[in-house]
């Protein structure tokens, strides 16, 4: 499903960002990428979904050789994942609804589906009921939700989350934690990047730690 | 359904930056109805070369010395060409008369004169039809090197001249259209950045999410376009009210210098043409500053 050979990621001044990774992550499994700040979790999953470009190796994901995708087809790549940011990147002029339903419009959906999959999506997050809200009006963990909702409303094969607890009290941070372990339920591959150990520790999933760009433990 | 739907944003874009979008409408009625005076003015003076050339005609002096066998040679010449329309012969005489006619008030200097220094002549008119006045030209060089023509006259010079200054004004008209929609371009990519820029988070999103380029860019692409129509439409109101005024205003001396001939206005073609440019420009602003932004993005 997710295959790193020999990774490697320079940022602009040679700052090493990722070293020699190899990786490999199977179907439908749960993963927690963690490790300090600045150890590399973020670059880690920009490169899967072609957000950045890396310096050498092979990276396959869906059986698509990433590295090689052109930039205008990576939309192709992109519409297998969902990813969940720790700063939410909800649009402010756009509605609870409107906000989750914008992942569906983008990929040119039709009106009645998204009608129908949006609010699914809300209510699988628990926030049917805020749908008109604006979501500057919910608490950080109800927003955290609508990202969920709209990273979930077009049924990708993988879910990246980078931080996504990371500006979350702790027992919100199990509540959110649990959506993406019911995402792993229905079927989806979930990568998720993490600094908080408690919640690895609790979890129990296979972790990836990662240390200067390097990988510590697979 | 998918235009419609990016119509709907880009129209929602403009209300969104209503001083900006207001802004480079007005820039572009303003650069696009100086262009349409212009085009006005060039369309005028093209009626003018029109109405003039079509009065165009060789008058073809003969030498004094002339038998009637030289003339029908020359009558057969004549004869041969389709192009001619009428053949007026005036003899020496009546050239004569008609210049005493025509200056009654000189009669001191004509009583003076105690001979005739006029020659024949045949007065050549042609038919219209495209390249006449080429035609004419041609005609005239063949009757120039007859033994049997003294001189010629047909106003070629100032003909050749008024092309010249016709093909000038042609030229002129496309640098100053193509230095304006330079202009245009740059604001528009401008504004149209301004625009994006506003919405950068959104674009950002837009790319995570898997939507196409030309999902991104369409609505950009439009919200340019409406733009340049808008500014032509304004453009040429605009441009015909000048027209108007004008018209109205000083219809005496156009009247006069015109030779009683109409003040037109652009054609419905060059109001398409002034359209259609100004609709490209919009688009072609916003399509530079779009890729540009797009660009800018890290997963683009």
């Known amino acids: 499903m997710i295959q790193l050979y020999n990774v490697f990621k320079t940022y602009d001044g040679n700052i090493p960002a990722l070293v020699d990774i190899s990786l490999l992550i199977k179907e439908q499994s749960f993963v927690f990428v963690t490790g300090a700040s600045g150890a590399g979790k973020s670059t880690l999953l920009k490169l899967l979904f072609g957000w950045e470009r890396f310096d050498s190796g092979q990276i396959l994901v869906k059986g698509m050789n990433v590295g090689k995708i052109k930039k205008e087809k990576l939309y192709l790549l992109r519409r297998h994942i969902g990813v969940v940011f720790q700063d939410y990147k909800l649009l402010p002029n756009k509605t609870v609804f409107e906000n989750v339903a914008f992942a569906m419009e983008a990929i040119g959906a039709s009106s009645r589906s998204m009608r129908y999959k949006t609010s699914d999506a809300l209510k699988s997050v628990g926030l049917f009921k805020k749908r008109d809200s604006n979501p500057m009006q919910l608490s950080g963990g109800e927003q955290q939700r609508v990202a969920i909702a709209r990273a979930l409303v077009n049924n990708p094969a993988i879910l990246l989350a980078d931080e996504p607890t990371g500006n979350l009290d702790p027992d919100i941070s199990l509540e959110i934690l649990k959506l993406f372990e019911m995402a792993n339920q229905q079927g989806m591959t979930v990568v998720f990047a993490t600094h908080n150990h408690e919640l690895v520790r609790h979890a129990n999933y296979p972790f990836i730690i990662l240390d200067k760009g390097n990988v510590v433990r697979p | ?300």
């Open chain 2, 1 to 300: 359904m998918f235009y419609s739907k990016h119509l709907n944003k880009a129209l929602d874009n403009l209300k969104s930056n209503p001083q900006t979008s207001l802004i480079s409408v007005s820039t572009f009625a303003a650069a696009f109805c100086i262009l349409g005076l212009f085009m006005v003015l060039y369309v005028n003076l093209d009626s003018l070369l029109s109405t003039w050339s079509r009065q165009v005609q060789i008058i073809v002096y003969l030498k004094d010395d002339l038998k009637n066998p030289q003339r029908k040679t020359l009558e057969a010449l004549f004869a041969k060409n389709p192009q001619i329309s009428s053949v007026e012969y005036v003899s020496r005489q009546a050239a004569w008369e008609n210049f005493k006619n025509t200056f009654s008030a000189e009669t001191e200097f004509l009583q003076s004169l105690d001979f005739n220094p006029l020659p024949a002549s045949y007065n050549l008119r042609f038919k219209p039809g495209p390249n006449r006045v080429e035609n004419i030209r041609l005609f005239a060089e063949t009757l120039g090197k007859k033994s049997e023509v003294e001189s010629l006259e047909y106003g070629e010079k100032w003909i050749s001249r008024f092309e010249k200054f016709m093909i000038f004004l042609r030229v002129f008209l496309l640098a100053v259209g193509g230095l304006l929609s330079l202009g245009l371009i740059f604001i528009i990519s401008n504004t149209i950045k301004l625009s994006a820029l506003a919405r950068k988070n959104e674009i950002e999103l837009m790319l995570m999410i898997g939507a196409t380029h030309r999902y991104i860019k369409t609505p950009f692409l439009l919200e340019g376009a409406l733009q340049g129509a808008a500014g032509a439409v304004l453009a040429l109101l605009a441009a015909k009210g000048v027209h108007g005024y004008m018209s109205f205003q000083f219809s005496d001396s156009i009247a006069k210098i015109a030779r009683d001939a109409d003040f037109l206005f652009i054609g419905p073609s060059g109001i398409l043409i002034l359209f259609g440019v100004s609709v490209a420009v919009g688009w072609l602003g916003s399509y530079i500053s779009i890729n540009k932004v797009l660009n800018m993005e890290n997963g683009s």
